[in-house]
């Protein structure tokens, strides 16, 4: 099976055709496509491309929905100081199908 490592929102993901991902927020619509022409490694059955070969690769994706993550919340505490911080967040996120990955 055909898969490729694709480098979006300063992180690295490893995707196939099919696959479903969530991905730091990007500007688009559910329904729209997204294309990805930052691919880092491919590979297909022993077919191993990285670096130059692949200056033309794209991965096609369509956005599915945008959501949010579970909530982090951070606790700062130190003892005997009466000092305390609750900071929290939760992360926008993009889920992406994978359609097509072209060479």
């Known amino acids: 099976m055909a898969y490729a490592i694709i480098k ?13 991902i969530e991905v730091e927020k990007l500007d688009a619509e559910p329904g729209a496509e997204a294309t990805f022409s930052d ?3 491919y590979a297909n059955e022993g077919d191993i491309k990285t670096g130059g070969a692949l200056e033309n690769a794209t991965v096609v994706a369509e956005v599915v929905a945008q959501t949010k993550a ?9 003892r005997r100081k009466g000092y305390h911080r609750t900071v929290g967040h939760r992360r926008k996120l993009t889920q992406l199908r994978i359609k097509s990955i072209s060479v």
């Open 70 to 78: 579970p909530k982090v919340i951070a606790y700062k505490y130190r």
């Open 39 to 41: 691919v880092i490694f």
């Open 8 to 20: 979006t929102g300063g992180k690295q993901y490893r995707v196939a055709e099919g696959d479903v």
